[in-house]
């Protein structure tokens, strides 16, 4: 029997191959004899460089950047030298789960590290780039990202924007003379995991400003900011992305990666499942277990376990669940080709309790949805046995 393992990873507890070797040695204690492929999955947020990486075997390097506060750090991205294909997580520079919950800033936050990784993979001759949106501190509208290329925005006066979002409502003009002329070669897949427009009530502010540290009074601000950058970019190229799945994704980094970069926005999970071979995988499998932190309602714009249930789908293989919590509409995964859900926790407790149990609870669910795949198998069995 081969059983697929393809989680995202569970915020805050565990990366996805840490999950996937958890859901592993449970599936062991009832199917010792069953093949077990691992294949950690990401849908473009914080830890999508990981799965890329253990997927396509590229090396992992690390460039000095700025974060979201601007100020210098580490980061990794990762290089494919063979196919010329550099891999760039937005979450690496300009992430939220960098910054204390004190630190959160919408209003100021950048993604001008984002920009830098992309200039360190372009000195390497990077021909194609993919980029990761999810798990971004910023709302800036991928400003930042294109300042550090060499774009410059200005005032009514010639001065260039502060870093941030609030500050584009002061933008009278962008200069593209500046932009890095290797950007015209670099073919660029951008990997989201929503289909939010920029602006509006679905829009990058309103729906994530709020987790980035945005008062309500904050996100209108961010999202006529974000209006005024639309029509300024509108102005200068001709072109008007405002409207597309996608665009609000990162604080308006997917607007800017389809302006500025002729980006492809695509589905994370569907990308991440290119270059894994993912069809491959599923050939001959029985059974497939993934899962991620929450599975709800929101999960259908294009999280992992509903790619992943897709994708089973078209080859007939049922999946099931293991989610950290199934919150407000999570049934909707029926439709989607998702078999049984299950929720980790095996008794009333808080999320700090089950953070440091996760891959403890990983294990046992998944000891318990072998035990009952089997079943009928072998009740079948031992009724031969016993005539």
Request: charged content about 25%; hydrophobic content about 45%; overall charge negative.
């Amino acid at each position: 029997m081969r059983i697929l393992i393809a989680p995202d990873s569970y915020k805050d507890a565990l990366p996805a191959q840490a999950a996937a070797a958890a859901i592993a040695a449970g599936l062991r204690r009832a199917l010792p004899e069953a093949e077990l492929v691992e294949c950690p999955m990401g849908d473009g947020g914080e830890g999508t460089l990981d799965a890329l990486l253990a997927a396509t075997g590229a090396e992992r390097r690390e460039a000095r950047v700025h974060d979201a506060l601007g100020r210098a750090t580490r980061a990794s991205w990762g290089w494919h030298a063979a196919s010329r294909t550099a891999y760039v997580e937005l979450a690496e520079a300009s992430g939220l789960q960098a910054l204390a919950c004190g630190e959160r800033t919408a209003l100021h936050s950048t993604t001008r590290g984002v920009g830098e990784l992309i200039l360190a993979a372009l000195d390497v001759g990077a021909e194609r780039l993919l980029l990761t949106l999810g798990g971004s501190a910023t709302n800036d509208g991928g400003a930042g990202m294109l300042m550090a290329l060499g774009a410059r925005l200005l005032d009514a006066e010639g001065r260039p924007l502060p870093p941030g979002g609030a500050a584009l409502a002061d933008l009278d003009r962008l200069d593209l003379s500046g932009l890095d002329p290797r950007l015209a070669q670099l073919q660029v897949e951008t990997a989201v995991d929503v289909d939010n427009p920029l602006l509006g009530p679905r829009g990058a502010s309103a729906v994530f400003g709020p987790q980035k540290g945005a008062s309500e009074a904050d996100v209108e601000r961010l999202d006529a900011a974000l209006a005024h950058f639309a029509d300024r970019v509108a102005d200068t190229l001709g072109e008007d992305h405002r409207d597309l799945p996608g665009a609000g994704a990162a604080g308006g980094m997917g607007f800017a990666a389809c302006a500025f970069l002729n980006a492809e926005l695509r589905p994370g999970i569907e990308l991440v499942m290119d270059q894994a071979g993912f069809d491959r995988h599923l050939h001959g499998a029985a059974l497939v277990i993934t899962g991620e932190g929450q599975l709800d309602g929101q999960s259908l714009a294009g999280k992992t376990p509903i790619g992943i249930a897709r994708a089973a789908r078209r080859h007939g293989v049922p999946v099931v669940v293991l989610a950290g919590r199934l919150g407000p509409g999570w049934q909707a995964a029926y439709d989607e080709g998702v078999t049984a859900a299950f929720a980790l926790a095996d008794r009333l407790m808080t999320l700090d309790e089950a953070l440091p149990r996760c891959a403890e609870l990983l294990a046992d669910r998944a000891e318990g949805v072998a035990r009952l795949f089997v079943a009928p198998r072998r009740a079948t069995e031992e009724a031969r046995q016993a005539r």
